[in-house]
């Protein structure tokens, strides 16, 4: 199946964050008619917070079976369990506070409460993330079910911000984060941008998404677009590394679309 980026343009960051969730909110309902459950992968940052609060506030968010959907976070910061910088914490004040999530489906990073290094919580984030899968595999009881359990559950959507800088969770431009092939998740220690510490999906295992979805407003974040877009190198630009295996979707406000290859825009309204 084709993996190229599609790009859908909205007219400002209210109504791209509106569409984003009503898009998570139709994805969900889809994927739970043919799984049963739905996993997603939450990002910080002002769009991927304000998305939670719009799916909150949607009317058509009973339409999902909240406590059939698995969370989990494609980074977090290497901080106390109540720091508001918890991109975990602001997940909860924006939506799973308001919808009946299954708690055991909520799978935050360890926080410096639990760990002492961020690399202990990123062995942790991935122990877990290995019986999740493997929980899977054994569930599955399908004609094609692999031999082995994959180190991942399977992530039907991937959300990710991305920021001026072109970083994507925490993976941040020339760092270790960007250059892992093996680790599905890193300990990150000197993320240019506060805090230092922090705890990563790495690009390896966000690449096993069925759906990557790339979420930004705001013209600081346009060169960075337009340099993702036009094909620059992952190393360089952690946000041209993001692909998923069945789609990959650039969902953006017009302010950061200023610098988007013109044959990638699609000229409808909803780039469905
Ligand atoms: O951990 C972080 O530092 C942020 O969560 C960051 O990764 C954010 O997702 C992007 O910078 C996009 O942020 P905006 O949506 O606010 O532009």
Redesign the pocket.
Known sequence: MSVDPRVSIHPDSSVLMAAIAARLITKLVDVQDKYGEATVVL????????TLKAVADSPAAPAVDWSKVNFWW????FVGSADP?R?AGQAFDALLSRIPVDPDRVHIPGSSDDFETPEEAAEDYARRLREAAAAEHAADMSDDRPEEPAALPRLDVVL?????DA????LFPEQAGIREKERTVVGVRN?P??PPL?ISLTLPAINTAAEVWM????E??AGAVGLALAGATPVQVPAAGPRGTSRTLWLIDENAASRVPQQLVRKDATGA
Request: proline content about 6%.
């Open positions: 990002t910080g940052g002002t769009v991927g917070i304000g494609g980074d977090e910061r910088d991109n990710l911000g991305v920021g001026p970083h994507v969770a925490s993320s941008k506060p922090r979420v930004v407003a705001g600081d974040k």
